[in-house]
């Protein structure tokens, strides 16, 4: 080999690696913004978009309106509910909104209803495609709904039916096809002993009463409409959320038809606990505390987290002096607004 070539060959690879890598700097350092002018771009164009953006695992728009075209046409358990529906839906039914129930993923049906005592309400439904499911029960009260203590199923509380698994105990198989259940809701006093309380079954009292069944779906597997039951990239097919009957305490059997017309009780709307008039004055009350300012009472500068204490401490508290508000007393019940209603 000619060693006089092989060096010039070198020397001209070396020369031109050099020559690139210095116009690769040059053209680098030419077209890199300065970091002023970086920041300003990603603030005006980029920050808006990100402060708007949905969640990841967030439903996309036709979930959520396939999942409100689904459910909720059969008088009895009505839904779906929550920030998704009242505020991305065209036209929300008045039910439909969430109220303190601020979250964007959980979904809720409600069925109300006041049966005489003796009866037998049973419900048939499938475990959602969800994080976390829940049946409870409430009953009217004191102007509002208060939860029935210990009646209430969890997911991983409920019995599947027979040829059917729980997908919410620990190791089950979470995409299973035969996820199917029961439960019942019985006018009766719930047993003294809790080992003779019937399988899935929630008591709800032996008085004719009002009560609630509120169903909890937290946030639905990837792909499946808001109520985790049907996978929201196919044609919407309009169905029941659970299919229902009932036998009276003389073993009178009602159809779904004949459930709706005799004990379904229209959704009600609670009033507001301070009206808007009544606000106003308190926030423009001279007896306010002086730190106070009408433009943004009863914000306070410096955050202070407390209990909840019932509303005379906690709404009409707040505009108070902190030695005044101090010397109102606990509140042991819990306040609610008026419900308006009417049978279906």
């Known amino acids: 080999m000619n060693w006089g070539l092989r060096n010039e060959l070198s020397t001209d690879w070396i020369f031109c690696i050099r020559a690139w890598s210095i116009l690769t700097v040059a053209v680098f350092l030419i077209s890199m913004p300065s970091v002023s002018s970086a920041q300003t771009e990603f603030t005006q164009e980029k920050r808006m978009p990100a402060q708007n953006a949905e969640r990841y695992g967030s439903l996309p728009l ?40 601020g979250d964007k993923r959980p979904t809720y049906f409600v069925g109300q209803v006041k049966m005489p005592p003796g009866t037998k309400l049973t419900l048939r439904g499938q475990f ?44 089950a198989d979470r995409s299973a096809e035969n996820r199917d259940y029961t439960a019942h809701i019985v006018m ?39 109520a985790g039951l049907a996978r929201a ?16 305490a003389d073993g009178t059997r009602l159809s779904p038809d004949e459930i709706v017309e005799r004990f379904a009780v229209l959704l009600g709307f609670a009033a507001p606990p301070v009206e808007i008039e009544p606000w106003y004055k308190m926030v423009n009350s001279p007896e306010n505390d002086p730190a106070l300012d ?38 042991t019940e819990m306040e609610g607004g008026a419900i308006r209603r009417r049978p279906i």
């Open 233 to 248: 990239d196919v044609p919407v097919a309009v169905a029941p959320y659970m299919t229902y009957e009932a036998t009276l």
């Open 128 to 171: 959602p495609h969800a994080r976390y499911f829940k049946l409870a029960l409430y009953r009217f009260e004191r102007s509002t709904f208060i939860a029935l203590g210990g009646e209430d199923f969890a997911a991983w509380d409920i019995e599947p039916d027979e040829g059917s698994i729980n997908p919410y105990i620990v190791g």
């Open 294 to 331: 009408p433009a943004s009472a009863p914000a306070r500068p410096e955050v202070q987290w407390e209990l909840f204490r019932g509303m005379k401490y906690t709404v009409g508290g707040a505009f108070m002096p902190p030695e005044k508000r101090a010397q109102i007393k606990l509140q």
């Open 62 to 101: 036709g979930a959520v309106i396939r999942t409100d075209e689904r459910y909720g046409h059969d008088g009895l358990i009505l839904g779906p509910r929550g920030w998704d529906f009242w505020n991305r839906l065209e036209n929300p039914k008045p039910s439909q909104n969430p109220n303190l129930w």
């Open 188 to 226: 009766e006093e719930p047993p003294a002993d809790p080992s003779d309380r019937a399988t899935n079954t929630m008591y709800a009292g032996a008085e004719e009463q009002l009560i609630q069944l509120v169903i909890r779906i937290y946030v639905s597997d990837e792909g499946y409409d808001s």
